[in-house]
């Protein structure tokens, strides 16, 4: 990998492919180096990890409950032991409706994706086209120098 990266070639292949699936370095450091030329090219982004994420299409485009730990507390009454279940709204719209005016778009930069499901990929790999604004990187594992390819391409190869 070259000392000094512009990160054209990805943002060039995020724009043509919409979702891209990345191999980083275990060490890391290197996603860090292209999410502020992201950021730079007039981007915005949005890094979360998979794990805990639920259903997906749920937690990015629609109101989704959730319930927080309980912490070995039982609610009194007939409702679930667990807890109160708190909705919150999308995750995507929200952050879609702050984008600055001269912004690109959202990237959705997801680490630890090597956990999602074939249906979960799918989903995120039609989401570009669902919402143009929102482009899509996933973390799919480790290699020794960091590398990308269109998520459909790592969706066919798993």
Avoid: C
Wanted: hydrophobic content about 35%; glycine content about 12%.
């Amino acid at each position: 990998m070259a000392l000094i990266t512009t990160g054209n070639g990805l943002i060039r292949d995020l724009e043509k492919f919409g979702a891209l699936g990345v191999y980083v370095p275990l060490e890391g450091g290197y996603e860090g180096r292209y999410q502020r030329r992201l950021r730079a090219a007039g981007y915005t982004t949005l890094h979360i990890t998979a794990k805990g994420l639920g259903d997906v299409a749920a937690y990015l485009t629609r109101i989704h409950g959730v319930r927080p730990p309980h912490l070995g507390k039982k609610s009194t009454g007939s409702g679930a032991a667990v807890g109160q279940v708190y909705y919150l709204p999308p995750i995507l719209d929200s952050h879609l409706e702050q984008l600055p005016p001269k912004s690109k778009g959202l990237v959705l930069w997801i680490i630890e994706g090597h956990i999602l499901s074939n249906e979960e990929l799918e989903y995120l790999t039609n989401l570009p086209q669902l919402e143009p604004r929102v482009k899509v990187v996933i973390e799919r594992g480790g290699d020794r120098a960091f590398r990308w390819t269109s998520l459909e391409k790592t969706l066919l190869a798993s």
